[in-house]
């Protein structure tokens, strides 16, 4: 009986100091932690009442509703955590689960607006309103979240991406380098700000960054592929080489990193190493361009065979490999050997003299990889081009040659010529001379 008193008596205090919470805070959340206290206080009289004896299950309830959670409540609130928040957001979590966003989203402006400075409500709601396609109000809660959580680099992060978004990169790219001055060991933030630095052709400065970055992760192949792709838009075709081996070397799935390093090998003139970079990268949307390369190869390594069956295995893999190869000098003698049929009604590829650079991969990108992907291409679109500007200066020089070692034989024959005859005049003229002076010797004689 004296344990059921002290039960009542502390009940009925937790009950009081939670209502006057209620009354001071004027939030309507703690009614459910009165209602729970009530249910464990009902329990007991209806205990007392039946004239039910100990029960553990009974005893169970009555203690957990009446003394446990109230209590837990006080004690988390002494601690200066809001349980109104807390409730407040897992409501919405559990909103979110089931799928009704806006009764979520609804719980969660009502959070806002009673507790300006929640920072889960804020940064949920920033989340509420990205996955609606509000970027400008996920921006504004980010910042309010980051207001009140100075330390929350994730927002700075988030608010960076969405800035990105809105195609207000200026304004991206100066929060990610704020962020990476505070926290240098971001991993995302220099491998977002060294792509956005990519797309603005600030190629030096991406550099900078993901060597900043390989400080933090030495062992990270994606910062070694990217350092290669970087490398190879300022030219710099040793540096691309050196960071797209160490890329390879720790990851061996690296196929696009294999493929630009064929690319460098074949302008460098190592034919073999090209061969053996090449053959590593045959793999997905690359197969059928490293069969082509493959094939050029073999034509300036006098493989002929080799060169025609590589062809045909490029082109019957993309059909739109047929125009280029036919609008390449490389395959000029073998270009009767191929034997793939191709639907020429298919959509022409646009040719300006280049090596394939139009092929559409759209489709296969995923949303989190495309910009990577598109620096990717860049990249081997470029030293594609620079392959080729290498062919062609080596087949002008050629010419140049020629024209010029048949300029000096024109020339040198055209002065021959020349000489004889200004040879001829002088030989005239001295005989015209020497009949002169012996027709006037005659006249002086006379």
Not at 200 to 223: G, H, M, T
Not at 236 to 247: G, L, N, S, T, V
Request: include cysteine; charge should be negative.
């Amino acid at each position: 009986m004296l344990e059921k008193v002290v039960f009542m008596l502390l009940a009925f205090s937790l009950f009081i100091i939670i209502f006057f919470k209620i009354i001071r805070k004027n939030d309507a959340n703690y009614i459910i932690a009165l209602v729970i206290e009530a249910i464990g206080i009902t329990v007991s009289f209806v205990e007392i009442k039946l004239k039910i004896g100990e029960n553990v299950f009974w005893g169970t309830v009555r203690y957990l509703f009446s003394i446990l959670m109230p209590l837990a409540i006080i004690i988390i609130e002494a601690r200066g955590i809001n349980f109104s928040e807390l409730l407040s957001i897992a409501i919405a979590k559990f909103l979110f689960f089931i799928g009704d966003k806006r009764a979520a989203k609804a719980v969660l402006i009502k959070l806002v607006t009673k507790y300006p400075e929640s920072y889960l409500g804020h940064k949920m709601l920033a989340e509420c309103y990205e996955q609606e396609g509000g970027m400008r109000k996920a921006i504004d809660e980010y910042v309010t979240a980051i207001d009140i959580k100075k330390n929350d680099y994730k927002s700075y992060f988030k608010i960076a991406e969405l800035l990105k978004d809105l195609g207000k990169k200026a304004e991206a790219i100066q929060m990610l380098e704020t962020l990476l001055k505070t926290k240098p060991d971001c991993y995302e933030a220099s491998l977002l700000l060294g792509e956005m630095l990519c797309e603005e052709e600030r190629f030096k400065e991406a550099a900078n960054v993901y060597q900043d970055a390989l400080r933090y992760k030495p062992n990270d192949f994606e910062l070694y592929y990217c350092l290669g792709i970087v490398y190879t838009r300022l030219s710099d075709f040793q540096m691309a080489k050196e960071m797209y081996e160490r890329a390879a070397l720790i990851n061996h799935l690296m196929y696009n990193a294999n493929y630009n390093l064929g690319l460098i090998a074949f302008i460098q003139g190592d034919y073999d190493t090209a061969e053996n970079y090449f053959e590593k990268s045959i793999y997905g949307n690359l197969e059928a361009k490293s069969y082509y390369q493959l094939a050029k190869i073999y034509i300036y390594k006098g493989e002929k065979d080799k060169a025609i069956n590589f062809l045909n295995k490029a082109i019957e893999l993309d059909s739109k490999l047929l125009k280029v190869a036919v609008k390449d000098k490389t395959f000029k003698k073998i270009k009767e050997f191929i034997t793939v049929s191709v639907n020429m009604e298919e959509q022409e590829v646009e040719d300006n003299g280049k090596a394939f650079f139009d092929e559409d991969e759209e489709n296969h990108y995923s949303s989190k990889k495309k910009s990577l992907e598109e620096q990717e291409e860049k990249a081997r679109n470029y030293l594609e081009e620079a392959f080729v500007l290498i062919e062609q200066m080596s087949e002008n020089t050629s010419k140049q040659r020629v024209e010029e070692k048949v300029d000096y034989l024109f020339n040198k024959e055209k002065m021959k010529k020349q000489r004889e005859l200004e040879e001829e005049l002088e030989l005239l003229k001295k005989e015209k001379k020497k009949e002169k002076e012996e027709r006037e010797k005659e006249l002086g004689n006379s």
